[in-house]
């Protein structure tokens, strides 16, 4: 499997690490592609991996599946080409699809083109649940309360207060680096205007904790992750780096666990 990223930042390193140097999923990182050319370079050295700073060249090359590890920004200019190029997409700026319309849209090209868009659990879990109740219309409420330190969200405070409460839609909108866990949420279960989601910035805490509330026909769910930074970055839980590396661990797999 020859994988391509789209980004020079601390997901890209993580997975270039664990899969070209301690080999965690089959195949390998053969190219690069970002603005930053500094940091490009050096992974490129580092890791074998050619860089690119035009796209027309590193979605030319013969990549079975691109990793979007950028921004909201970058992934809304890049990730369509992606897919017009038949390549499968693992997005990992859930934040992009605040725009529903997009999400819709590229669904479509996607099956046109026969190939797989996945969007990656991130820093949370329960979103197996959320699909099987929605399958058959049994969910009805979901909540996602997330408490990070201030470092984290990008804001000052001495002491813990809740810094916003709304839907899905309005949370992406005002904390677009932060809170992709609430789209990714929205997107498995009852849409972004519908799923509920709370911040709290609390400068005690080391660890990002999200707990997710979900209530329907189906039951009743309650589950918190309390996720570990990655080292290099504050505000990236190391989770949704891991969560990256398990589609690519278990793309086209024999077996499948869940949904």
């Known amino acids: 499997m020859n994988i391509g990223i789209i980004g020079t930042g601390n997901i890209a390193s993580y997975l270039l690490e664990q899969i070209n140097k301690q080999q965690r999923a089959e195949g390998q990182v053969i190219a690069i592609f970002g603005r930053n050319q500094e940091m490009g370079q050096q992974l490129s050295e580092r890791f074998e991996a050619d860089f690119y700073t035009d796209l027309q060249g590193f979605l030319d090359l013969p990549l079975d599946i691109v990793v979007e590890a950028a921004t909201v920004e970058a992934a809304g200019i890049y990730v369509k080409h992606v897919v017009e190029h038949q390549k499968d997409l693992v997005v990992s700026s859930i934040g992009v699809f605040k725009d529903i319309a997009f999400l819709e849209e590229l669904k479509r090209l996607a099956e046109a083109k026969g190939t797989h868009i996945y969007l990656p659990s991130g820093a949370i879990g329960g979103l197996d649940v959320l699909q099987s109740a929605k399958a058959a219309d049994a969910l009805d409420?979901?909540?996602?309360?997330?408490?990070?330190?201030?470092?984290?969200?990008?804001?000052?405070?001495?002491?813990?207060?809740?810094?916003?409460?709304?839907?899905?839609?309005?949370?992406?909108?005002?904390?677009?680096?932060?809170?992709?866990?609430?789209?990714?949420?929205?997107?498995?279960?009852?849409?972004?205007?519908?799923?509920?989601?709370?911040?709290?910035?609390?400068?005690?805490?080391?660890?990002?904790?999200?707990?997710?509330?979900?209530?329907?026909?189906?039951?009743?769910?309650?589950?918190?992750?309390?996720?570990?930074?990655?080292?290099?970055?504050?505000?990236?839980?190391?989770?949704?780096?891991?969560s990256i590396l398990s589609v690519l661990q278990n793309r086209g797999s024999a077996l499948r666990i869940g949904n």
């Open 141 to 242: 409420h979901v909540q996602i309360t997330t408490r990070k330190s201030p470092a984290s969200l990008g804001v000052e405070a001495e002491e813990e207060k809740v810094i916003f409460e709304g839907s899905a839609f309005e949370a992406v909108e005002k904390f677009p680096k932060n809170i992709n866990v609430a789209l990714v949420l929205a997107i498995a279960g009852i849409g972004a205007e519908k799923t509920k989601v709370r911040i709290i910035v609390d400068p005690d805490i080391e660890q990002n904790t999200h707990t997710i509330e979900a209530e329907g026909v189906f039951g009743w769910m309650e589950l918190q992750v309390q996720n570990n930074p990655m080292p290099s970055n504050p505000k990236t839980s190391l989770l949704a780096a891991l």
